[in-house]
């Protein structure tokens, strides 16, 4: 194929990804206009038309969908084999991407690649802090931060911290006005904040568990949050129960700013894993970061 052929292609793909013709320009390092007239020149070539365009938005055709379909995989996986070249040297360099949820970034994460970086000023790090569940391969990230239970088998998936807990909590304040609840069912009788989470849609079941017994409760309350920092803060402020992790409000059980209840329906589960595609080849930076991570009991 004609080196110009390629180079359309890959113009294509990133007007396509982007949906832009300005932020696929931006990347190229190349004009719309000059983007522009690359694809149209693509599409007069082949005969099929690849991009609807309207004054606000561009989108794949069907025959572009599934052009893309066709070719996007196949570059992606060139560029990772000439990344992988790349970092093929004695001193770990390179970029990771990480996609991982807010809790596992500020508690595992980065205190870990605060003590890493200093000592491998080639290596990069890309933290993306996302609540739902975003495909590493489509997204090109490197990896991702998840529950052990939730991950897909066909990943590889590395622990990179303890067992975790949930905690019922509430401030002093609202245990003074409301009966503190002895079983889940009670729940339903009080003031809840309720999360809500992208990949779930609805709002976030709580979980219990007691001698084999598992539960899923539905609550309710006037606070629905989709972040865990405000769910704590409405907690802290008396608004009602909030259900978090157990180290993220541990430091507020001891200093008596909250009080714990149902722990015994809270029974530990798989922490945070690191994963990704078990046919990645791992660079040397990779590599390291794994290995940084590694939970050692």
Request: aromatic share 8%; proline share 6%.
């Amino acid at each position: 194929m004609p080196r110009q052929n390629i180079n359309d292609l890959l113009a294509f793909r990133a007007v396509a990804r982007e949906r832009s013709f300005t932020r696929a320009a931006a990347q190229m390092g190349v004009s719309p206009s000059a983007l522009s007239h690359t694809i149209r020149a693509l599409e007069e070539r082949i005969g099929v038309r690849l991009l609807t365009r309207t004054t606000r938005s561009v989108a794949p055709t069907e025959a572009g969908e599934r052009l893309l379909a066709t070719i996007g995989p196949r570059f992606d996986e060139i560029e990772a084999e000439l990344a992988a070249l790349s970092e093929l040297r004695d001193k770990p360099a390179g970029t990771i991407r990480i996609t991982t949820g807010i809790h596992a970034a500020e508690t595992v994460l980065w205190p870990a690649f605060a003590k890493l970086l200093p000592d491998y000023p080639d290596i990069k790090i890309e933290l993306s802090v996302n609540a739902g569940f975003v495909d590493i391969v489509a997204e090109r990230f490197d990896a991702g931060v998840r529950l052990g239970e939730t991950i897909a088998q066909d990943m590889v998936a590395v622990a990179i911290g303890p067992e975790m807990r949930m905690a019922a909590v509430a401030a002093p304040s609202y245990f003074e006005a409301h009966k503190r609840p002895r079983t889940p069912a009670e729940l339903a009788s009080h003031h809840c904040i309720n999360l809500r989470f992208p990949t779930r849609g609805g709002l976030y079941a709580w979980e219990f568990e007691k001698h084999g017994r598992a539960l899923n409760v539905h609550v309710e309350g006037q606070v629905i949050v989709n972040e865990v920092a405000l769910a704590k803060q409405a907690a802290l402020d008396g608004s009602g129960i909030a259900y978090l992790p157990d180290d993220y409000v541990q430091g507020e059980i001891d200093g008596d700013l909250l009080v714990r209840v149902l722990e015994d329906w809270c029974p530990p589960f798989p922490g945070y894993h690191l994963y990704y595609p078990s046919r990645r080849q791992q660079s040397p930076a990779f590599a390291l970061i794994v290995e940084a991570l590694r939970y050692r009991a």
